[in-house]
Structure formats: C-alpha cells, structure tokens
C-alpha cells in the first residue's frame, strides 16, 4: 500500500509515484480523487485538500454520514482511494434514484391537477 505523506514545513503532498500536484504557475494543485491508485491512502489532511473543506468540516460530513469513517493509521485518520471512490460511487447512484423518484413524483402531481382543471 503506498501512503501518501505531506510536508507540514512547505505544506505540499508528497504521493511518490502518484503524482498528487504538479506546477500551476508557482501552487500546487491537487489532481483528481481518480488520479489516485485505489490501494493509495489519503490522509485527512490531503482530503481536506481535494475537497476544499477543513478538518472540521471533513469530520462533520463523517458524522453526518457524508463521507464515509476513516481508518486510524499510526493514529492519523485516514482513507484508501478504494473506499473513497466506492463511497462515492454509492451516494451518487442514491441521488439519481431520488431524483428520479421526484421526477416521478411531480409528474403524477401534474397529471392529478391536470385531472382537477375543468
């Protein structure tokens, strides 16, 4: 498993062969969750990173069951890009269920108040 460290001095990612920034004018920038190998872990300082949110924020979507609960290694949280991605993969096909449920939903409401209209 190849772990994905950071440098608090410079407070840049160091991934080995993933890649995780490259030059953009003089600041890094993050690639894609998917630019990751699945057995890669993030830590919850990378994660918070990739989604532009702090630790707090990162832990209140793990409460909230937004994000999925990290794993402790060598007691910092974190994640496998495996578990991210598949997490992910889930909510999303939740969200087009429930949207197409209320399409359904409004749908059949218009036919009923079209049946209403004299």
């Known amino acids: 498993m190849e772990a994905i460290s950071e440098k608090a001095e410079s407070g840049s990612v160091d991934t080995g062969s993933a890649g995780a920034e490259r030059g953009n004018g003089g600041a890094a920038a993050m690639l894609p969750l998917g630019s990751y190998k699945p057995e890669d872990v993030i830590s919850e300082q990378t994660l918070c990173k990739l989604l532009d949110r702090c630790r707090v924020s990162i832990r209140r979507m793990v409460n909230k069951g937004e994000l999925p609960a990290p794993t402790k290694l060598s007691g910092r949280r974190c994640w496998t890009v495996a578990t991210l991605t598949a997490f992910f993969q889930?909510?999303?096909?939740?969200?087009?269920?429930e949207q197409e449920r209320t399409r359904r939903d409004r749908e059949k409401l218009a036919r009923k108040v079209a049946e209403l209209r004299p």
């Open 90 to 97: 889930v909510r999303l096909e939740q969200a087009r269920r």
